[in-house]
Each structure stands twice: as structure tokens, then as C-alpha cells.
């Protein structure tokens, strides 16, 4: 089974820009789609963005479309989250999550929006974002 495994978390000012890191043994992005996921404090966890395996389509939450960007190093295993023009709001915790497709599908999370949290099927722990001046 693969266990994503998040970095890049760190305490950043209003404005400023981070980049998530989310790889792991065995995550050949050929094979598997990725997710972003956030939780802030007292809410809900809730989709930022993915990116599906062989074409790399991408998909955003609405409150991140033009200031984060999704992207991938296969020759890594590693899917970054480019996060620019940071908001106080964007302050949470990040999680990768990982779903294995061995066949290519239109079918499942990431195709047409990021998909409930049940149709992932690996997490990462988490790594902590802070917006703050």
C-alpha cells in the first residue's frame, strides 16, 4: 500500500507563497491520481486540488483557481502545490491523498471535481500551512 507523505509546511505572510511536496514509495504517477486536501481549525476537511494519472488533468476548489497550481515529477514519484498569493483563510492543515488506477478511467476522484474524501483510499499526516503577518 502506498503512504503519501506530505513536506513544505511552514509559517508564511499574507501574500507570500509556498510549494507542498507529496511523494512516496511506490507512487508511480502513471498509476495513481492525487488529491490535496485542507482542514482548518473547527472545520471540516475540504478539496483543494488534483491531478489524475497518464494526462495529468487538473482540477481546483473555486477558492484556489488562479493562485495554486498542481503539478507533477514522475521521475520523482512527486506531485507538488504550488501556493501563491497566500490568505489568511488558506491556514491549515494539507493532506495528500493517493487513488490507485491501474486502467485508464473516466471514472472515480479527480474526473470531473476532486471526489469525496471516501473515494481516496491513502493519507498522508499532514502537513501544517500558516497565514499570518
Known amino acids: 500500500q502506498v503512504q503519501p507523505v506530505e513536506s513544505g509546511g511552514a509559517l508564511v505572510q499574507p501574500g507570500g507563497s509556498l510549494r507542498l511536496s507529496c511523494t512516496g514509495s511506490?507512487?508511480?504517477?502513471?498509476?495513481?491520481?492525487i488529491g490535496w486536501f485542507r482542514q482548518a481549525p473547527g472545520k471540516e476537511r475540504e478539496g483543494v486540488s488534483c491531478?489524475?494519472?497518464?494526462?495529468?488533468?487538473?482540477s481546483y476548489a473555486d477558492s484556489v483557481k488562479g493562485r495554486f497550481t498542481i503539478s507533477t515529477d514522475n521521475a520523482r514519484n512527486t506531485v507538488y502545490l504550488q501556493m501563491n498569493d497566500l490568505k489568511p483563510e488558506d491556514t491549515g492543515v494539507y493532506y495528500c491523498?493517493?487513488?490507485?488506477?491501474?486502467?485508464?478511467?473516466?471514472?472515480?476522484?479527480?474526473?470531473?471535481?476532486?471526489?469525496?474524501?471516501?473515494?481516496?483510499?491513502?493519507w498522508g499526516q499532514g502537513t501544517q500551512v500558516t497565514v499570518s503577518s
Open positions: 511506490g507512487l508511480t504517477l502513471d498509476y495513481y491520481r
Open positions: 491523498a493517493a487513488y490507485h488506477a491501474p486502467h485508464f478511467s473516466f471514472f472515480g476522484p479527480c474526473r470531473g471535481g476532486l471526489g469525496g474524501e471516501a473515494q481516496w483510499e491513502a
Open positions: 491531478i489524475t494519472d497518464r494526462d495529468a488533468a487538473e
